[in-house]
């Protein structure tokens, strides 16, 4: 029995994508021109599907404190904190970076994909639940897994919901951990967090929030969702990742508990890979340095959301959610339609992200745009004309409600 047989499926979806609009899980940037702007089939392309929400990937600090690690640290370390050792830099990260989080510890990882992998299974063993929202990232699924918890799924920012869940479990015992988001990723819409509080309240939980795509973006101090909502003391532990607004690579996992520092020796994906590069980790100190520094880079994010958000409205189309969110996802009615549309889009100039089922919520088929503060005004209002013009020619006429 070939073990490769079973992505015969997945070949004929891949070839009949290319076919309809090309090969939209396999893009290259073969030259970086700025934050926003990439060479893509030899042409100059808009970037509207990075992630790059602070646009500070080419910050000619960042680059510098980058470069100098490299040179006096050198390009890898080789190995994990808990076998290798740590270097100065990720301490140094950790105890600046709690300190930006207002948090008492900070657990820095490779990936934010580990951090959440870590945390899960740091949290939770086979005797506990896991209580997560339906539409959570894999991520937070498959930390769920690790960890041999009971997982329990609530409908989608349903608080009633997961009260119910949690009344149905009590006799259950061992601990509950919720797990929320603070922008979701596919749909851009928030996590409504005051009510899933008067939930903790009666339950007593303990809540994780994971800030991935909020953290920098939302809140006074631009700590995320819970900063916003003025709930961060509510809040056990928060997660996070370098990989958005920080423009880096890593994650992180944060909170107040006395054995927190602990979970360092209780979590696989912490323990058993190699920790970050010198370089990762002194780019990403450098960017909090400069988030923190430069609330305009939200003030202008935040902006240019609401420009294309309104841009997209008036032109008619269905988006993921009703609020104005860094995440703008543009719901098309098939997946032939969604290809098309996304390879018209690409030619003309603008790369955003496909989402498709089973990696979407309730099957939806996504064209998703991710702003960036670095994006200039002319260049929002272009992708909204090539949305436009891209719908006006038929590849995506269903797409528009009117
Ligand atoms: N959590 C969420 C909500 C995410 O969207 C992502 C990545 N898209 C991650 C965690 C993982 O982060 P990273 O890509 O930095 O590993």
Redesign the pocket.
Known sequence: MDLLAKLATTAERHARMKFLGGDAVGVVNEKLISPTRALIDGRETILAGT?NYMGITFDAECIAAGQKALAEFGTGTTGSRIANGSFALHKQLETEFATFLDRKHCIVFT??????LGMMSGLAGSRDTIYLDAD?????YDGCTLSGAKLVRFRHNDAADLDKRLTRGEEDGGGKLVVL?GI??MMGDRAPLADFIEVKKKHGFQLLV?E??SFGVLGPHGRGLADEAGLEKEVDFV??????SVGA???FGAGDHPYFEYLRYAMRPYMFTASSSPASIATSLAAIRKLAAEPQRRKKLAENSARLFHGFKDLGLELGCDVVSPVVAVRCPDEPLTISMWGALLKAGVYVNIALPPGTPNKLCLLRCSVSAAHSDAEIDRIIELFGAVVAQGHGKKVANG
């Open positions: 992630n990936t934010g994909y580990q951090a959440n959570s990232h894999s991520s937070i988001e979701y990723s994971d991935a795509h997660v996070g990742t370098f990989s958005k690579i890593g994650g």
